[in-house]
């Protein structure tokens, strides 16, 4: 078997292929990729192709794991945060994705923090509830892993790309700031505009991507539109925090993705056909006015009252969304709108009405801001409640372009497009952190966001990419293939996180440099990172094995990926208090074993 340098086995899965092959190819200077993995390649085998199928006894030993070193830390803290017995179910990702409602396109087991959604602020995520024993308030969050016996031909996923017009989604940045000093909403509504432009422009350039994938060209739109974005934002920083303001965190918003959305709606899905009734019971959520981007500039006197105030309508959504999540089964069909939209009402009209009294004691009052009080359950993505006309304002409301929206996840199964059979739950979810074999760790900060692996190897290229599946009593190999366990093995996805930080920032552009794996053979940060409790998320599943030999189950995935096994990933929100880190830490560098 051919292998890579860290000795991880070469994948022979179609997407994988055609994803190393797009690499190539656009290196190269040839053809593009014009096609994705065909699920079940038109036969009665499974849902997917069996050649994404290994048996785990056919993986060589590929895990290497550094030896200890005088000065290591060799201790293991481990979490009990559950297996989503809960069921939060949710196709938004915080983290590479914030603010961008379903971005993920694919459905995600949530564990640990009960009110995260795409929009929730620090205070957000440090307020809510957890399924952690601990107290441990972080998220933890992967694709779900589904069984499904339906057959997807080759040529119906060849032909929803050929349909397809992939398009450049983004942040919006608006819906994000805090207040804007009234000397600062001119400058920043340029800057916003221009945020837009630059968003049409490079959705300009994808025109000539209809119908194929390109990875290097979308890599070159990407990181285009990021350096522009980038300086924009921190344009809008600087402008408000010259004018009396405070503007931090905006460095989330920086990063643009490349979507195949409307391959996923073109895909045909007999099971996809349940009613809106059942969306709503399958991912709850609550839908309110955005206020943030209505607001018009702020008296100086002001910001720091309005801010809390924003804030606080940050609260009150969350403890929404958490008690959707707790409460559900309870009450009659009335229960949400008596239990949780009428109080919810109440309390952002008072909140509501205490921004206008703010700026009104220093400017003009602004007017209508009682019409954003209004919330629903579950309205379509892109189409959030707006009732009532909007106060004065010189803030721009034009959103900028975004894919196609998909529907919610739908039906008892919480399907999407091209997502489609039955989830198949946790058996077992193994959260740890783990040491350095050549250092002592730092605490990690709170609110620090990291994610593993690429969901998007095949439409981004590999090199972020890692395997991560195995069975149990494999601990020595790990697969970018679905495995094929012995009898009474199960199944088992690994997910390491980088293990070193840059000491500096919570996030960084494109969620990824801000931290870094330590070297494979030595374990050692790369210079001017310090190690941290690099986290393990070991998640396993007992799935029938006449179900993995037909090759039945597979990952939730990006339409491009057709369930590529490579592109499995995992993403984390570090909210654990300074105490608890400080345990962690402990425990890790003194080399003991603790909970």
């Known amino acids: ?3 890579r340098k860290n000795g991880t086995p070469l994948v022979r899965s179609r997407p994988a292929r055609l994803a190393m092959a797009a690499v190539v190819l656009a290196a190269s200077g040839a053809l593009t990729v014009t096609f994705v993995s065909s699920g079940g390649k ?14 785990i006894e056919d993986v060589a030993p590929n895990v290497q794991n550094p030896k200890p070193a005088a000065g290591g830390s060799t201790g293991r803290f481990t979490v009990d945060c559950g297996t989503n017995g809960n069921g939060k179910f949710s196709p938004d990702n915080p983290v590479a994705q914030p603010g961008i409602r379903n971005g993920a396109e694919h459905v995600h087991d949530f564990v640990g923090n009960l009110a995260i959604t795409a929009n929730s602020s620090d205070a957000d995520l440090d307020a809510s509830g957890t399924t952690c024993r601990n107290g441990d308030k972080s998220s933890y969050f992967w694709p779900v ?7 997807r031909s080759g040529d119906q996923v060849q032909q929803a790309l050929a349909q397809t017009q992939p398009m ?25 505009a221009e945020l837009d432009r630059q968003q049409a422009a490079a959705n300009q350039r994808m025109t000539g991507s209809r119908g194929r994938i390109d990875a290097a060209f979308n890599r070159q739109v990407i990181d285009s539109l990021r350096t522009r974005r980038a ?4 344009e809008i920083s600087r402008t408000v925090t010259a004018a009396g303001g405070n503007q931090p965190g905006l460095v989330s918003l920086v990063e643009c993705d490349i979507s195949y959305d409307d391959m996923h709606a073109r895909m045909p899905g007999a099971t996809h056909r349940a009613s809106v009734r059942a969306a709503q019971a399958a991912n709850p959520r609550i839908q309110c006015p955005t206020v943030r981007d209505k607001l018009p500039g702020v008296p100086a006197g002001a910001l720091a009252e309005v801010n809390r105030n924003l804030d606080e309508l940050d609260r009150q959504i969350s403890e929404a969304n958490e008690r959707l999540v707790t409460s559900r089964g309870q009450g009659g069909p009335a229960f949400v709108d008596n239990a949780i939209l009428g109080p919810l ?10 921004i206008a009294i703010a700026i009104g004691r220093q400017a003009a009052r602004p007017q209508g801001l009682d019409a954003f009080a209004a919330c629903t359950l579950d309205q379509a993505p892109g189409n ?11 803030a721009p409301t034009t959103a900028a372009p975004t894919a196609t929206a998909l529907p919610d996840p739908q039906g008892p199964d919480f399907e999407l497009p091209g997502n489609t059979g039955g989830i198949v739950r946790p058996a077992q979810v193994l959260i740890e952190y783990r040491g350095n074999p050549v250092s002592t760790v730092v605490p990690m900060p709170k609110f620090l966001r990291a994610l593993t692996g690429d969901a998007k190897p095949t439409s981004r290229g590999p090199a972020n990419a890692r395997a991560t599946w195995s069975c149990s009593g494999f601990a020595d190999r790990l697969s970018d293939r679905y495995p094929i366990c012995p009898a009474g093995s199960q199944v088992q996805r690994v997910h390491d996180f980088p293990g070193c930080w840059d000491g500096r920032n919570i996030d960084s552009d494109n ?25 393990r998320i070991t998640v396993a599943y007992d799935i029938a094995r006449d179900v993995q030999v037909r090759g039945q189950y597979a990952l939730d995935s990006f339409p491009e990926e057709n369930h590529n096994p490579f592109s499995d990933h995992n993403d984390f929100v570090n909210v654990n208090s300074a105490q608890t880190m400080q345990r962690i830490v402990t425990c890790i560098n003194k080399g003991r074993n603790c909970s």
């Open 145 to 151: 892993v589904r069984i499904d016996k339906a057959v």
């Open 231 to 234: 300086a924009m934002i921190k």
């Open 511 to 535: 969620h990824r440099n801000h931290v870094a794996f330590a070297d494979r053979a030595t374990g050692a940060c790369p210079q001017g990172f310090r190690a941290i409790p690099q986290l």
């Open 1 to 3: 078997m051919n292998r």
């Open 345 to 354: 009402r109440a309390k952002r009209t008072a909140v509501l009405d205490r």
């Open 168 to 192: 450049v989604v983004c942040p919006s940045v608006g819906r994000r700031l805090r207040a804007v000093p009234t000397g600062a909403r001119a400058t920043v509504d340029r800057l916003l």
């Open 384 to 394: 959030p409640a707006t009732p009532g006309t909007a106060p004065t304002s010189t």
């Open 42 to 55: 038109g036969t009665a085998d499974a849902a997917t192709s069996l050649d994404q199928f290994v048996k």
